[in-house]
C-alpha cells in the first residue's frame, strides 16, 4: 500500500474517534461570574413527564436545591421556598469528601504522606489510648474510617483525648466516626500552616472559581456554600481533579483510591467517600455488613459526598453526570442514604428517557432477568403494601427484619413464590404483636434460585 493511502487511513481512523469525542466534550463554567451553560432535557431524550413527580417529591421532602450536570452543563437548576442560587447552606458530612480531596492534594505536594502517624501532626496523647496503640493510627485509617476509636461514646463528634478511647487495633475495624475525621482538619493546617478554607481557597477558587468556607460548629468544621459551588466540586470530581484541561489534583493513584474501595470492611466506603455497585455495605452507628448495593436504582459506577439532613454530590462518570441536592430530611439520620436512593428512583426513569417502559412507580432496576428479585416501594413505611416481583420457578424465599444493629428482630415470610408480583402487608408490629420502636429497620430478601437478596428499608 502507498504511503499516501496509509496515511490517509491513519487521518480517516482519527476523524472516526474525535468525532464522537467532540461531541461529548466536557464543558466548565468560568471561573469569574454567574454564567453557566445550559442543556434542555428534550434535547437528551430525558422523559420530561416525570419532572413534576420529582420536583413534588424533593418540595415535600423539604428540599431547597437541587441541580442537574449532564456533560457540565445546567439540565435542571431547581430552588424551592425562598432559597436561591446565591443562597449559602451548610454541607454537613458531604464536606467530608471535600476534606479528602484536600488530603491529596497535600500529598501532592509533598506536605504529608498517608502513612504518616496522625500523632506527628496532631501531637502525642491526642487520644486516650496506650501510646503505641496511638501511634499506629495514620492520616490512611483517619481518611478511611478505620481508626480503631471507639464511636459508641456519649459524643462521637467530640475530639478531646478523653472522648477518643480504644475499641480496636487501627486497621481492624470500620466505624463511620466524625471525631477523627474532623482532626484532619488539623492535620492539614500543622503540614500545610494554612486552614482547611485557606488551603482549599488558594488551589481552587482561581483556576475553578468554587468558593465556600468551614465554620468551627462545636466540635465540628462544617463547611458552606452556594449550591453551585457544591455543583462545581461534583464536576471536578467527575473530571477526577482536573479542571478545563489545568491538572489540580494530578495525583491519578490518589483519586482513584478515593474513589474505590480503601479496605474490605465495607466495600461502599472510599476515602471519605461513598461508592455504589459493591456486593456489600455499612452504614453508621452499627456493625452490620448488608449485602448488595448502597443505592440499588442508581448507576453501579456511582460515588458520592453525603450529608446530614440530604446533603448530597453524586457522581456518575458512565453518564458524564453529577446532581447535587441541598434541604432538609424528614429523618434525623447520620448520612439519608434512603433519599439519596429514593431521588434516584425518580431520577433513573426521567434520564433513562421517553422510550424506556421504566417508570416513576417502580424500583427501575429490570425486573425480566431471570430469577431476579425486585421489591418496591423502598423505603417502605408502616401501612404499606410491599410488592415482590420475581421471575422463574422454585423461588422459595424468606423475609427477615433486623434492627439498625443487625440483630433479627422476626421472620415475615417463608415459603415458595411463582413467578409474578406478590404483595405483603407491613404495620409496623414486631413477632410479638407489639409496635416497633421507631427507627429504622432493615427487611432482607432471601431466596433460592435468585440472583441475588433484594432489601427493603422500613422506617417508623
Not at 13 to 34: E, H, K, R, V
Not at 65 to 80: C, D, R, S, T
Request: aromatic share 12%.
Amino acid at each position: 500500500m502507498k504511503l499516501r493511502n496509509i496515511l490517509l487511513l491513519i487521518l480517516l481512523f482519527s476523524i472516526s474517534y474525535i468525532a464522537p469525542l467532540s461531541a461529548q466534550s466536557m464543558y466548565f463554567p468560568p471561573a469569574q461570574g454567574n454564567s453557566w451553560d445550559t442543556l434542555s432535557p428534550t434535547s437528551l431524550n430525558w422523559n420530561v413527564k416525570l419532572f413534576d413527580s420529582l420536583f413534588s417529591f424533593l418540595k415535600t421532602n423539604n428540599s431547597k436545591a437541587f441541580i442537574v450536570l449532564q456533560n457540565g452543563k445546567i439540565v435542571v437548576e431547581k430552588y424551592f421556598d425562598s432559597f436561591t442560587r446565591d443562597s449559602v447552606w451548610y454541607w454537613a458530612s458531604a464536606g467530608k469528601t471535600l476534606t479528602a480531596f484536600a488530603i491529596g492534594l497535600a500529598k501532592q505536594e509533598g506536605l504529608l504522606t498517608l502513612s504518616d502517624t496522625s500523632s506527628h501532626y496532631l501531637g502525642n496523647g491526642w487520644t486516650s489510648l496506650p501510646l503505641a496503640k496511638e501511634q499506629a493510627i495514620t492520616i490512611r485509617h483517619q481518611l478511611t474510617m478505620t481508626t480503631g476509636l471507639n464511636d459508641n461514646v456519649p459524643d462521637p463528634d467530640c475530639t478531646l483525648p478523653d472522648c477518643l478511647t480504644y475499641k480496636a487495633d487501627a486497621g481492624t475495624r470500620w466505624a463511620y466516626h466524625t471525631a477523627p475525621y474532623t482532626l484532619l482538619d488539623s492535620v492539614i493546617f500543622r503540614a500545610s500552616g494554612q486552614s482547611p478554607s485557606v488551603f482549599l481557597y488558594q488551589r481552587l477558587h482561581a483556576k475553578t472559581g468554587f468558593n465556600g468556607l468551614f465554620i468551627r460548629s462545636g466540635y465540628n468544621n462544617v463547611f458552606y456554600s452556594t449550591p453551585r459551588n457544591m455543583a462545581r466540586f461534583g464536576l471536578l470530581l467527575l473530571n477526577h481533579g482536573t479542571w478545563d484541561n489545568q491538572q489540580i489534583l494530578s495525583d491519578t493513584s490518589y483519586f482513584s483510591a478515593m474513589t474505590h474501595p480503601s479496605q474490605n470492611l465495607n466495600l461502599s466506603y472510599g476515602y471519605l467517600t461513598w461508592l455504589n455497585g459493591q456486593s456489600s455495605f455499612m452504614i453508621p452507628q452499627t456493625q452490620f455488613v448488608f449485602p448488595g448495593p448502597l443505592c440499588p436504582s442508581a448507576p453501579p459506577d456511582m460515588y458520592a459526598a453525603l450529608g446530614k439532613n440530604g446533603q448530597f454530590i453524586n457522581v456518575v462518570p458512565s453518564k458524564n453526570m453529577v446532581w447535587i441536592r441541598m434541604g432538609n430530611a424528614p429523618d434525623n439520620s447520620l448520612v439519608p442514604f434512603l433519599l439519596n436512593e429514593q431521588i434516584w428512583q425518580i431520577l433513573a426513569p426521567i434520564i433513562a428517557g421517553t422510550g424506556s417502559s421504566v417508570t416513576g412507580e417502580t424500583n427501575p432496576r429490570d425486573n425480566n432477568v431471570l430469577n431476579e428479585l425486585i421489591a418496591y416501594p423502598n423505603p417502605a413505611n408502616p401501612g404499606t403494601w410491599l410488592t415482590f416481583s420475581t421471575s422463574g420457578n422454585n423461588n422459595s424465599v424468606t423475609l427477615i427484619i433486623y434492627d439498625i444493629l443487625g440483630r433479627k428482630i422476626t421472620e415475615l415470610f417463608n415459603g415458595e413464590l411463582a413467578p409474578g408480583s406478590h404483595r405483603l402487608y407491613w404495620n409496623g408490629m414486631t413477632c410479638n404483636g407489639q409496635p416497633a420502636p421507631t427507627g429504622m429497620y432493615i427487611a432482607r430478601i432471601y431466596g433460592k434460585n435468585l440472583d441475588g437478596a433484594a432489601k427493603i428499608i422500613l422506617v417508623r
